[in-house]
């Protein structure tokens, strides 16, 4: 009868260690971004100069490998250690926690949907704040550089944005060489050429409209992103949806191992 009782209350191994072996490569992969967001910052100086954090006028790239590292590594350590040591309380916080992101991610996705023009407003604005920023940050001008490459793009809604950086506007009073022009990542690509020429864009802006068409992309990152998405929704709602699935998954597992812990202790 003992062992009848005791059989009926146990610790499912599957459950616990399943949820170990996930969260711990979660864990790991958090650390790895954190570890590499310092290491950048180390590179930059930021980490000698802390304030210098909030003296760009952009966004700095290595906020991402920052947060979303934070995130995971936080949500790696409650869901790792509390299924390794049959941890209530770590356990329903990585519950909850997943399960604040996963409702974030279902009104961000929404809103996005009810309010398209604010949104469209919202991006040509962080995009132009962030071409104001091109030369202040090695970062924020890679991601800048591969955003107008991947997507053919230049500026937010078209090159005479780039007049927003005091580099590349078209004022009279402006030294700088790069007047009038455009970044590399802006030039239409030749086939033919395995050197980059990093001074393609130089006074391409002071070409008529109808000839800078045949040295760069003349269309802006919002459209093209929007057509990226309108050709792309099945993969992006499917991504959307497996992560979904993944995080209402793992809360159902974590709960129900919270579930078979606290059976196990009430039958102590």
């Known amino acids: 009868m003992s062992g009848n009782h005791y059989k009926g209350n146990e610790v499912s191994c599957c459950i616990k260690y399943f949820i170990f072996g996930f969260n711990i490569l979660f864990w790991l992969l958090g650390m790895a971004l954190v570890g590499i967001g310092l290491w950048a910052w180390s590179e930059k100086g930021v980490l000698s100069n ?9 966004l700095d790239p290595v ?10 590594f936080i949500l790696g350590f409650a869901g790792c ?22 409702f974030l991610e279902l009104t961000t996705g929404v ?16 995009i132009n704040n962030n071409i104001r920023a091109y030369r202040d940050d090695i970062d924020l001008q890679n991601l800048i550089d591969f955003t107008q490459e991947y997507w053919e793009c230049c500026g937010a809604f078209g090159a005479d944005d780039w007049n927003l950086n005091i580099y590349f506007n078209c004022t009279d009073g402006n030294p700088s060489r790069e007047k009038c022009g455009v970044p590399f990542s ?11 020429n990093t001074q393609c864009g130089y006074d391409i802006r002071a070409k008529p409209d109808s000839e800078q068409k045949d040295y760069i992309n003349v269309k802006g990152c919002v459209p093209q992103f929007e057509k990226w998405l309108q050709d792309n929704l099945t993969l992006v ?9 993944l995080q209402i998954f793992g809360i159902c597992l974590a709960q129900n191992l919270v579930s078979d812990i606290e059976a196990v202790r009430a039958s102590w």
């Not at 398209?116 to 407003?121: R, Y």
């Not at 802006?186 to 980059?196: R, S, Y």
Request: hydrophobic share 60%.
């Open 50 to 58: 802390i304030s210098s954090i909030t003296d760009l006028g952009g």
């Open 63 to 72: 906020w991402l490998f920052m947060v979303v590292g934070g995130v995971m």
């Open 81 to 102: 250690i509390g299924a390794l040591r049959e941890n209530t309380f770590l356990l329903k916080f990585f519950s909850v926690f997943l399960g604040i992101i996963f």
């Open 111 to 126: 809103l996005a949907f009810v309010f398209k023009d604010w949104i469209k407003d919202q991006l040509n604005l962080f």
């Open 186 to 196: 802006c030039c239409t690509k030749d086939p033919a050429e395995d050197v980059i």
């Open 237 to 245: 709602a499917g991504i959307f949806i497996g992560v979904a699935l």
